[in-house]
């Protein structure tokens, strides 16, 4: 992920405020114009105080500081314009409806420092985050191996925590090999089996001949990592791969998918073709429910082709509606002329199409043959 990637996200320029959003920040003038205009035009007897006690409510975990302050001042000046608009001595009633707006304009304002409060402990961990998944997943070289190469790591909006999401690439005597792969669950424990499998493909992608034998050091190296873990994860943890292969000079990529989402080749005049597995494997972690030998898959590879690898935080991304990112739909009819643009543009429109909450933490890898 470039410095300049990191940046894009909910407080970035890539999001799409939303209109509920939208609707949201402008409740507080709303609230106090309502109330204002009701009080204005009605009998004495009747009073729109809980409006005016609502809109430095609804501004606390919205607004700044100042701007929370502003809209209790506002509320205030409101109420007392109104019990003074014809010249009426404040009584009683007025005075509490004074005082009860006030008192509510005090705990907004302490919401708004326990809310900007959290906002602040939830960025540091999310850069904590952010710098422990980087240092397990560093940035490969733009070109390896004759290659084009683009990667990128999108965390989930939803929480601070490190995920689970993998990706690397290796150029070997054997050809360049990648892998990408989803580790079931989030945490320290996620970022241990993260750095255990891209250890054990490193020495794996240089040592073994084909990429079945990669394949079968991950089973294994997975299968040793899980000893050292408890709970559920030791019991149902397991770790969705897709692992491709690109010999040297040959027009071709082999593919070996464990449980993974599809690799998509885009092709030059923007036709998308998933290269999905004749007989699907289980995931590693889980060989004891049953033995399908890993078998590669061999496309044509053309130049000006991009492979596209990805986690299921792109596929499975949801819209307000519930449906699904589909990345061969949308990529269909579409040419990126490098990498770097095709992961760029898709991170974008995912933020587009969740509205900015995606709930999974998305790994994207893309290598274009020149």
């Known amino acids: 992920m470039a410095p300049a990637d990191r940046k894009k996200g909910p407080e970035g320029g ?64 409101a109420v007392l314009v109104i019990h003074l608009r014809l010249g009426a001595p404040l009584h ?8 009860t707006v006030a008192t509510v304009v005090v705990l907004a304002v302490f919401i708004n420092v326990l809310v900007r409060r959290g906002n602040a402990r939830l960025a540091s961990q999310r850069e904590i985050a952010e710098a422990a998944q980087r240092a397990v997943l560093p940035e490969p070289a733009q070109r390896i191996g004759g290659f084009d190469i683009a990667a990128r790591y999108e965390a989930a909006q939803a929480d601070a925590s490190i995920g689970g999401d993998l990706y690397a690439v290796q150029d070997t005597p054997h050809g360049v090999r990648l892998v990408v792969g989803d580790v079931r669950g989030k945490g320290i424990g996620a970022v241990g089996a993260v750095a255990v499998l891209i250890g054990a493909f490193r020495e794996a992608a240089e040592q073994e001949a084909t990429l079945e034998a990669v394949a079968q050091r991950l089973e294994r190296a997975f299968a040793r990592e899980g000893v050292r873990r408890e709970g559920v994860d030791a019991a149902e943890g397991f770790t969705t791969v897709v692992l491709a292969e690109l010999p040297h000079g040959d027009g071709v990529v082999r593919i070996v998918t464990r449980g993974h989402p599809p690799a998509l080749l885009l092709g030059r005049d923007g036709t998308v073709r998933p290269l999905s597995p004749q007989e699907h494997a289980l995931p590693l972690g889980m060989g004891e ?38 990345p061969q739909a949308r990529l269909t009819g579409r040419v990126f002329e490098d990498p770097g643009t095709l992961l760029a543009t898709l991170a974008r429109e995912v933020r587009q199409y969740t509205g900015g909450g995606t709930t999974d933490d998305m790994a994207l890898l893309a290598v274009r043959r020149p």
């Open 289 to 326: 429910l049953g033995s399908w030998p890993d078998r590669v898959e061999e496309s044509a590879f053309p130049s000006g082709a991009i492979l596209l690898l990805y986690t299921d935080g792109l596929s499975e991304a949801r819209d307000a509606r519930g449906e699904f990112f589909d």
């Open 92 to 99: 009683a009633d007025s005075l509490t409806e004074l005082a």
């Open 14 to 77: 890539g999001r799409r405020v939303s209109p509920g959003t939208a609707f949201a920040w402008q409740l507080p003038v709303l609230l106090i114009l309502v109330g204002f205009v009701y009080d204005f035009f009605t009998p004495q007897q009747f009073t729109a105080s809980p409006l005016f006690a609502a809109a430095p409510l609804v501004a606390a975990p919205l607004y700044s500081l100042r701007g929370t302050v502003l809209t209790g001042v506002a509320s205030l000046l």
